[in-house]
């Protein structure tokens, strides 16, 4: 199958979690962290397409068959006083790479952030990735150089969240 450059891109629904799932667990593969990808189908269903879904996302198809897929959620910044989008995940297909189908569906979360009155995107890419640390350049995001991501889980989250 070669790739167009015209995509169907829409709103992801129930029914897409297990192709969303396929295609974040080729990310997991690709970053080589498959032994941490835990999620499921079913996890997805449930908190991306509940009464209070946890995340959106976007997906692209070719002939009715995903491709691609960008994962993101509400963020809120105190700083600027303003709510954007945190982009979580965004995948395609090594077959549709270079098709335009990643900067389309970025520019497709832009436009739903505006439309819902957000006013900027942030997201985090793997230090290793550098193919996808130019894109993101190239389309005009910066590098937040004045910033570290710090994580709480596992055991450290739950000694923390039932201590005083």
């Known amino acids: 199958m070669s790739p167009t450059n015209n995509p169907v891109i829409r709103l992801a629904n129930k029914s897409d979690a297990p192709a ?7 990310i997991a593969r690709a970053t080589g ?13 449930r908190d991306g397409f509940g009464d209070k879904p946890a995340f959106e996302a976007l997906i692209a198809t070719e002939n009715e068959k995903p491709v691609a897929v960008c994962l993101y959620f509400p963020s809120y910044s105190t ?5 954007g989008l945190y982009i ?3 995948y395609v297909a090594p077959s549709h790479r270079g098709g335009g189908f990643a900067r389309k569906l970025v520019v497709a979360v832009a436009k739903r ?17 550098i193919g996808g640390q130019r894109f993101y350049e ?5 590098r937040a150089d004045d910033e570290q991501i710090f994580i709480l889980d596992g055991s450290a989250f ?3 969240g039932t201590g005083e």
């Open 79 to 83: 700083f600027r006083g303003q709510a």
């Open 20 to 26: 969303i799932h396929a295609m974040l667990l080729e």
């Open 113 to 129: 952030a505006r439309e819902t009155g957000k006013t900027y995107i942030r997201l985090s890419v793997d230090a290793e990735n």
């Open 158 to 160: 739950t000694d923390l």
């Open 88 to 90: 979580q995940d965004l």
């Open 33 to 45: 962290c498959e032994d941490k990808f835990k999620s499921n189908p079913d996890d997805l269903a």
């Open 138 to 142: 190239k389309i005009g995001m910066r």
